[in-house]
Antibody, heavy 120, light 110 residues
């Protein structure tokens, strides 16, 4: 079955960086984009960007340009999201997700989420 | 504030029908498919409705979606206690060149 399994919770100080991983299984990793979405405590969902696992192309939300880097390692079907210069208000659960919608078959899966706590 | 506008809360009693609206613009809802997610406390969002009005396998037919112009709606009929959750609309925005979400609607079953 399709699974996206993320790395464990992280604690960082303000100004530091964090790198979260997302390991895909149960489908061809290079077939569908990986998106990253975050959710601050008690808040809504915020899209951060995507990576095309096939060739590594990326697109980031303007808010995160210059601070976020999305990469992948096709040999282990894993995508990564690194966010630098963390602020305390960026404590959130970070999700990876993969989706593709088509009448021949819809595809929409999310990782379990990774809590990143930013605190001094 | 979110690009897509949802009411922050909705409520109903068991067996009732409730609707949740999602208002956008020509660059998102007016152009692309709307998808709806259900998020139970402490879990990742789960796809409820895709491509405006399609139910993925396993989603009860009590859930339905519709779209008109730059607005979309999620309807839940025969409300059950287990439907108590947060609901989000999502769509690709051509102007922002990114996915946008509604602010979320917390559904309470009274």
């Amino acid at each position: 079955q399709v699974q996206l399994v993320q790395s464990g919770a992280e604690v960082r100080k303000p100004g530091a960086s964090v790198k979260v991983s997302c390991k895909a299984s149960g489908y061809p990793f290079t077939d569908y984009y990986i998106h990253w979405v975050r959710q601050a405590p008690g808040q809504g969902l915020e899209w951060m960007g995507w990576i095309n696992p096939r060739h590594g192309g990326t697109s980031y939300a303007q808010k995160f340009q210059g601070r976020v880097t999305m990469t992948r390692d096709t040999s282990i079907s894993t995508a990564y999201m690194e966010l630098s210069r963390l602020r305390s208000d960026e404590t959130a659960v970070y999700y990876c997700a993969s989706h593709y919608y088509d009448p021949s078959g819809d595809f929409d899966y999310w990782g379990q989420g990774t809590l990143v706590t930013v605190s001094s | 504030q979110s690009v897509l506008t949802q009411p922050p809360s909705a409520s109903g009693t068991p067996g009732q029908r409730v609707t949740i609206s999602c208002s956008g613009s020509s660059s998102n809802i007016g152009t692309n498919y709307v998808h709806w997610y259900q998020q139970l406390p402490g879990t990742a969002p789960s796809l409820l409705i895709c491509r405006d009005n399609q139910r993925p396998s396993g989603v009860p037919d009590r859930f339905s979606g519709s779209k008109s112009g730059t607005s979309a709606s999620l309807a839940i009929s025969g409300l059950r206690s287990e439907d108590e959750a947060d609901y989000y609309c999502a769509v690709w925005d051509e102007s922002l060149r990114g996915r946008v979400f509604g602010g979320g609607t917390k559904l309470t079953v009274l």
